[in-house]
């Protein structure tokens, strides 16, 4: 006797003839490696893409740590160039550049930043002071233009 579930109405004393199956032929084939993907450029995949782990890619530098898009300023980090930034979409006051002198940053005319270089011993109360002028300035000029305080996009 098979040991095959019965279905509902059906008497356990109904017995059904077994069937017998042959095995699948098999053959031997060698493994050919997969077909070169676009993301490989024409070579072949790396080891850890073939068994699936993820492959460290870099993160973009400088990257961005806060966005007004009202007031028309960004703060960055970059950590390749050990410095804070501060970008303005327009020159922005004496007013405010006077705020931004006296925290230490220097206009740098090819980058059309304003940085300040990150000390390794100094580098968390350096990008909390970031933070904090950055605040600062989105104020200072959201009053300027006359608009009202709202919130920022941080990425």
């Not at 006797?1 to 032929?25: C, H, L, Q, V």
Request: charge should be negative.
């Amino acid at each position: 006797m098979s040991s095959r579930k019965r279905a509902p109405g059906k008497d356990s004393t109904d017995a059904t003839p077994d069937t017998t199956t042959t095995a699948p032929e098999t053959t031997t084939a060698v493994a050919e490696p997969p077909p070169a993907s676009p993301e490989t450029n024409g070579h072949a995949p790396s080891f850890a893409e073939r068994v699936g782990r993820k492959v460290w890619t870099p993160a973009p530098d400088p990257f961005g740590i806060a966005t007004d898009n009202l007031a028309g300023v960004r703060l960055f980090e970059s950590r390749r160039d050990h410095q804070m930034a501060i970008k303005f979409d327009d020159k922005p006051s004496e007013a405010v550049i006077e705020v931004i002198k006296e925290a230490g940053y220097r206009w740098n005319p090819s980058d059309r930043i304003w940085a300040h270089p990150v000390w390794q011993d100094s580098a968390m109360s350096t990008r909390i002071d970031a933070e904090r002028l950055y605040q600062q300035v989105c104020q200072m000029i959201r009053a300027e233009k006359g608009i009202e305080a709202g919130p920022e996009i941080s990425h």
